[in-house]
């Protein structure tokens, strides 16, 4: 199996770093920030225009053509650059939701098994568990109608909680785990939002990697650079030594579209966007904390991430499922002898 991307894949890749750079800088995402989240609408059609949504449709239907390794790299650069909305929802709804692949309609997704709704007061259409209805039009009204705003731990990511026949909805693709992967988690469009997400986690794990490296080459302490103590070197090197595994299992995933491979990608990227953004907090001392820094950003988007799609215990799950039968060490006579 080749993970090197070809040349088309790099230009992909850096043309969506540039398309970010010029359209959601700093000082666009802060703004965001200020006026508490929400989905800009000019920005969706920018990102439409692009074709982030239409990524994966065919020619014919309007699409670029492209398939879910190019859709990683693209889902990478938007957690990289904090890139807020319900970008992946909308995604998946492209060719199901008119206006979706154009960035005209916001989509949001309700997973069900109780979990918050993001971007609810934005969306045009809502995909109901994984994707097997679409809500519009009065049921959409009725299913915001049933529906609290809380509190989002994320300022970019508002959140309500669903109340209603809808609550429940997808719980037993979630809470069934133990009774086998293909089984546990069914459908299609509920793998690749773990996967999507899984891509936007490594992205953020890649820049607060970043940033913390900057800011320990940067900062003085004692008359030293910070990056001098071997307690900060350790830090970095931790950071990377989480990213790159991810990285490989993602990739790997996005190839081969495996529900298990899918799950571990899920979790290894968790676990570094969530611990890489921790580490680089630290490394930023008390700075980190303030409202001037982005690290704290990083980490309660992916924080919220985590939680979204495929959980750990979930994908955990899964991957044990995977495992078949488990068999004792020792038979009954050894253990007894």
Same mark, same amino acid.
């Given at each position: 199996? *080749?993970?090197?991307?070809?040349? /088309?894949?790099?230009?992909? =890749?850096?043309?969506?770093? /540039?398309?970010?750079?010029? #359209?959601? /800088?700093?000082?666009?995402?802060?703004?965001?920030?200020?006026?508490?989240?929400?989905?800009?609408?000019? @920005?969706?059609?920018?990102?439409?225009?692009?074709?982030?949504?239409?990524? =994966?449709?065919?020619?014919?239907?309007?699409?670029?053509?492209?398939?879910?390794?190019?859709?990683?790299?693209?889902?990478?650069?938007?957690?990289?650059?904090?890139?807020?909305?319900?970008?992946?929802?909308?995604?998946? !709804?492209?060719?199901? #939701?008119?206006?979706?692949?154009?960035?005209?309609?916001?989509?949001?997704?309700?997973?069900?098994?109780?979990?918050?709704?993001?971007?609810?007061?934005?969306? *045009?259409?809502?995909?109901?568990?994984?994707?097997?209805? #679409?809500?519009?039009?009065?049921?959409?009204?009725?299913?915001?109608?049933?529906? #609290?705003?809380? =509190?989002?731990?994320?300022?970019?990511?508002?959140?309500?909680?669903?109340?209603?026949?809808?609550?429940?909805?997808?719980? %037993?693709?979630?809470?069934?785990?133990?009774?086998?992967?293909?089984?546990? +988690?069914?459908?299609?469009?509920?793998?690749?939002?773990?996967?999507?997400?899984?891509?936007?986690?490594?992205?953020?794990?890649?820049?607060?990697?970043?940033?913390?490296?900057?800011?320990?080459?940067?900062?003085?302490?004692?008359?030293?650079?910070?990056? %001098?103590?071997?307690?900060?070197?350790?830090?970095? !090197? /931790?950071?990377?030594?989480?990213?790159?595994?991810?990285?490989?299992?993602? +990739?790997?995933?996005?190839?081969?579209?495996?529900?298990?491979?899918?799950?571990?990608?899920?979790?290894?990227?968790?676990?570094? !966007?969530?611990?890489?953004?921790?580490?680089?907090?630290?490394?930023?001392?008390?700075?980190?904390?303030?409202?001037?820094?982005?690290?704290?950003?990083?980490?309660?988007?992916?924080?919220?991430?985590?939680?979204?799609? @495929?959980?750990?215990?979930?994908?955990?799950?899964?991957? !044990?499922?995977?495992?078949?039968?488990?068999?004792?060490? +020792?038979?009954?006579?050894?253990?007894?002898?």
């Amino acid at each position: 199996m *080749d993970f090197q991307l070809s040349d /088309d894949q790099r230009a992909l =890749r850096s043309g969506m770093r /540039d398309l970010l750079g010029a #359209v959601f /800088d700093r000082d666009r995402m802060r703004a965001a920030v200020e006026r508490g989240g929400g989905v800009d609408r000019g @920005l969706w059609r920018e990102l439409g225009a692009a074709g982030l949504f239409a990524l =994966r449709l065919p020619e014919e239907a309007g699409g670029v053509g492209l398939g879910l390794p190019e859709a990683v790299l693209l889902f990478e650069e938007a957690g990289r650059a904090l890139l807020p909305g319900p970008l992946v929802a909308t995604h998946l !709804a492209a060719g199901l #939701v008119k206006g979706a692949a154009e960035g005209e309609a916001v989509v949001a997704v309700a997973e069900g098994a109780g979990r918050p709704v993001a971007d609810l007061g934005d969306a *045009d259409a809502v995909l109901v568990a994984g994707g097997a209805e #679409v809500l519009t039009g009065e049921a959409l009204e009725a299913f915001a109608a049933g529906a #609290v705003p809380v =509190r989002s731990m994320d300022p970019l990511t508002p959140l309500h909680r669903v109340e209603g026949r809808w609550a429940g909805a997808g719980a %037993s693709e979630g809470r069934s785990a133990g009774a086998g992967a293909s089984e546990a +988690y069914p459908g299609a469009l509920r793998r690749e939002g773990a996967l999507l997400t899984a891509a936007e986690q490594l992205g953020s794990a890649t820049r607060t990697t970043e940033m913390a490296v900057q800011h320990a080459g940067a900062r003085e302490q004692f008359g030293s650079l910070i990056g %001098s103590f071997q307690a900060v070197k350790h830090l970095c !090197a /931790d950071m990377l030594a989480r990213t790159e595994p991810a990285r490989s299992a993602l +990739y790997a995933a996005a190839l081969t579209g495996d529900p298990v491979e899918i799950a571990a990608a899920k979790l290894l990227a968790d676990e570094a !966007a969530v611990r890489n953004a921790r580490d680089c907090l630290q490394i930023h001392g008390g700075m980190g904390f303030t409202w001037e820094a982005d690290v704290h950003l990083h980490l309660k988007r992916a924080w919220l991430r985590a939680a979204r799609w @495929l959980t750990a215990a979930e994908a955990e799950e899964i991957l !044990a499922a995977d495992l078949g039968p488990v068999r004792p060490l +020792y038979s009954g006579s050894a253990a007894g002898g």
